[in-house]
């Protein structure tokens, strides 16, 4: 069992389409991430959720839209897609925020390549 | 604010040497630290972490870091290298505590192992 899932894997799309990515995770975890890493492999968080609740928002353009309808997953919709957006989208987990450990458990990647 | 510098964005060694991966923290309160391995085309794996406690922790795959106070640095070794470790390192340093940053990794900017046969 994958504890935490990304799709797709792979994501080849056309500059201005709009794209989601799903991530679920089967960890019992009350939070959730999206980083971003780039062609250069620097990883960058975008977003996280805590129980549904947008707890981290990053400097990340308007047309990045997280979803987290319940606490096991989280979405990215992206929206009129730029070259720049090319790149691999991780899902992570953690079991919570404050005071502990704050392990990520990451999911596979999901590579995205705007043409 | 909180940040991670890796020096040396590309470390090579030879089978069975020893295997040195620096990093450097800025934090304004005691962190957390960790160091992620990422292999091709997969996801980032926690190799250890520091909390609090001893200084000097183990990991998986024969890895240990230490953490320095004095010298904001918990750098990563291994005494001897494998094949199988040529990866991509990335230090992190994680806020503790209960306000708008709790929780927030920073990653440093990752370092290549590459091992030599």
């Known amino acids: 069992d994958t504890a935490v899932s990304q799709t797709p894997k792979y994501l080849v799309t056309q500059m201005g389409n709009d794209k989601s990515i799903k991530c679920e995770q089967n960890?019992?975890?009350?939070?959730m991430y999206w980083y971003k890493q780039d062609s250069k492999k620097f990883l960058k968080i975008m977003f996280s959720y805590n129980n549904k609740e947008l707890i981290i928002n990053e400097t990340v353009p308007n047309r990045f839209s997280p979803k987290s309808p319940d606490k096991a997953h989280l979405n990215l919709h992206i929206n009129s897609l730029e070259l720049g957006d090319s790149a691999v989208y991780f899902c992570a987990s953690s079991s919570g925020t404050g005071w502990g450990a704050n392990v990520l458990t990451f999911g596979a990647g999901s590579r995205l390549t705007v043409l | 604010a909180q940040s991670v510098t890796q020096l040396g964005s590309l470390v090579s060694v030879s089978e069975g040497a020893l295997v040195l991966l620096r990093c450097n923290y800025s934090s304004s309160v005691p962190p957390y630290l960790f160091w992620y391995v990422q292999y091709p085309n997969q996801g980032l794996q926690l190799l250890l972490k520091y909390t609090t406690g001893a200084t000097l922790v183990k990991g998986i795959n024969g890895f240990e870091a230490e953490f320095k106070k004095s010298e904001t640095s918990f750098h990563l070794t291994k005494p001897s290298a494998h094949m199988s470790d040529a990866a991509e390192y990335f230090c992190?340093?994680?806020?503790?505590?209960?306000?708008?940053?709790?929780?927030?990794?920073?990653f440093g900017d990752g370092t290549t192992l590459t091992v030599k046969p």
């Open positions: 960890l019992g975890h009350d939070t």
């Open positions: 992190a340093v994680t806020h503790p505590g209960n306000n708008t940053n709790a929780g927030k990794s920073t």
